[in-house]
């Protein structure tokens, strides 16, 4: 096979990056959303609990609104994608199936230009950080391929927001700048490693949270973190914790984390 | 092919169909009885993520090196050619030199296996999976079996998309991504799990699902709880060392 699209897709997100000169952060995510899948805007919002909390960034006022109006009126495809745990591909939002889910929500879309809403749960199994919205003015489907990048750039929004990465290219208390040469393959600290699936890393995150007693979440990002430290890849360093031949240490300063 | 066997397959699956059901645990019972009745050694189903790859669903063992050969046909396999042809693949001695997937065949006769057959799991004109299954005796599947083993793939699919409304074209992407999630917090509860009662990923794996079974939940309910919360109520009394019941306070 060919590169895995995440490799590509990662590639958009770095040069998009590069070109405003910063670090990789949830502005290119939405960005690169919104060119790659040939949209009209994006919206991403962070979730604490199990509904969207609040909007990190958007890429144009329209989106924005979408985005606000679903947090005012508490339904939406937002709060739905968080509770089914699965994309909502409102590809026609004239479609009576949709004003029957969202009755407030609906027509202000339309009223706001909105044609079609697609929205990605920015989530690992049991780990839930957020939300991807995004908006086309006609409606119409996703093309398969549109649909594994923005999936695939709703995994990397994911791996940001856990690993504390903010709207705007920076992030907290990370002052060494974009000036090292692996500008654009690392994200503040994590390997992007969007590579192939494997179940070991889900099942070493579960490990961890009972050796460091932390979230899921939090085990999570610091799986990623240690696999960057390490300069490892993020399979192997989960395949050596399922086989119980590493475990962390509950200071984060002990296993080489950030 | 016991007839038996068989009708009773078709009951039961049917009869967890018309009540809610959890997909992936239903696609492990489906992959336990394909292995009954085909006289497989193992099975899996196999989904294609719109991300590129194939993603493995339920498997009839959480053995690793069964779920190794799964994620090998991301590379080469029976799977990969059937998800792009949309066609059963079959293939009847992995031990003899094969040129389609050299890497593979290594890998599925290292661990024992000699045939290997993929079922494409069909909606329309849409391959969503595979039906993976090995065999340890060499030779051709009976073509009765192999019927037999079609229905089970498109059951799988009915399955999958279950109570959902597939009117939509862009329901059946959103099925496959909450069933690919479920698959990932059951991996996350089997590791909390193993961690914390010092069990293997396997034992981990059959107690979750009899704690779901017998509590009447579905597993991935039951393996979100156990994820998301301090999970008091998992493992069940009845399986906690007894230290840990809090002293001075008498069962009720």
Not at chain 1, 218 to 238: I, K
Not at chain 2, 87 to 99: F, I, N, S, W, Y
Not at chain 2, 124 to 137: C, M, P, S, T
Not at chain 2, 217 to 244: C, I, K, N
Request: charged share 25%; aromatic share 4%.
């Amino acid at each position: 096979m060919t590169d895995p699209r995440g490799v590509v897709v990662w590639g958009w997100l770095a040069a998009h990056a590069a070109a405003q000169g910063r670090r990789v952060s949830l502005a290119d995510v939405c960005a690169v959303a919104v060119s790659s899948a040939e949209l009209t805007g994006a919206w991403l919002a962070v979730a604490r609990g199990s509904g969207p909390d609040f909007v990190m960034c958007v890429t144009d006022p329209s989106g924005e609104q979408l985005a606000e109006l679903q947090l005012m009126l508490g339904e939406g495809p937002c709060h739905d994608v968080l509770a089914s745990a699965a994309p909502v591909l409102a590809a026609d939002l004239g479609d009576a199936e949709f004003s029957r889910r969202w009755p407030a929500f609906i027509p202000a879309a339309r009223q706001l230009g909105a044609g079609a809403v697609f929205a990605f749960p920015l989530i690992v199994g049991a780990i839930r950080a957020g939300v991807l919205g995004l908006y086309r003015g006609a409606p119409g489907p996703l093309s398969d391929r549109q649909l594994g990048d923005l999936l695939i750039l709703a995994d990397a929004a994911t791996v940001m927001v856990l690993g504390g990465v903010h709207g705007d290219g920076d992030s907290d208390g990370d002052g060494d700048g974009d000036g090292d040469g692996e500008a654009g393959t690392t994200l503040n600290g994590q390997a992007p490693d969007l590579a192939l699936h494997r179940a070991e890393i889900d099942q070493a995150t579960g490990m961890l949270t009972v050796q460091l007693d932390v979230s899921a979440g939090e085990a999570f990002a610091r799986l990623r973190a240690y696999a960057y430290s390490q300069q490892r890849r993020l399979a192997d360093v989960a395949g050596d914790i399922v086989a119980r031949r590493l475990r962390l240490d509950r200071d984060p300063g002990q296993d080489g984390g950030p | 092919m016991d007839s038996e066997l068989l009708s009773d397959t078709f009951v039961e699956l049917a009869d967890t169909m018309v009540a809610e059901f959890d997909v992936i645990d239903f696609l492990h019972l489906l992959t336990d009885r394909s292995v009954a009745l085909l006289g497989a050694s193992a099975a899996g189903v196999v989904l294609a993520d719109p991300r590129g790859e194939l993603r493995v669903a339920a498997a009839s063992s959480e053995e690793a090196g069964l779920l190794e050969l799964f994620q090998l046909q991301n590379d080469q396999g029976p799977c990969l050619d059937c998800f792009r042809t949309g066609r059963p693949v079959t293939a009847d001695d992995l031990t003899g030199p094969c040129q389609r997937w050299p890497r593979f065949a290594e890998a599925a006769a290292r661990s024992g296996f000699r045939t290997v057959e993929a079922l494409p799991m069909r909606l329309r004109d849409q391959v969503i999976g595979a039906l993976n299954l090995f065999r340890a005796e060499p030779g051709p599947i009976d073509p009765a079996d192999l019927r037999i083993g079609q229905a089970l793939a498109d059951v799988a699919t009915i399955g999958l998309l279950h109570e959902r409304n597939v009117r939509r074209r862009e329901a059946v992407a959103e099925q496959l991504q909450a069933a690919l999630n479920s698959r990932v917090v059951i991996e996350q509860a089997k590791g909390k799990l193993a961690e914390r009662l010092s069990v293997d990923m396997d034992r981990a794996f059959n107690m979750l699902r009899d704690y779901a079974r017998n509590t009447n939940q579905h597993l991935t309910d039951v393996a979100r709880t156990l994820v998301e919360g301090d999970s008091a109520d998992f493992p069940p009394p009845a399986q906690r060392p007894p230290a840990q019941r809090p002293p001075g306070r008498s069962a009720r």
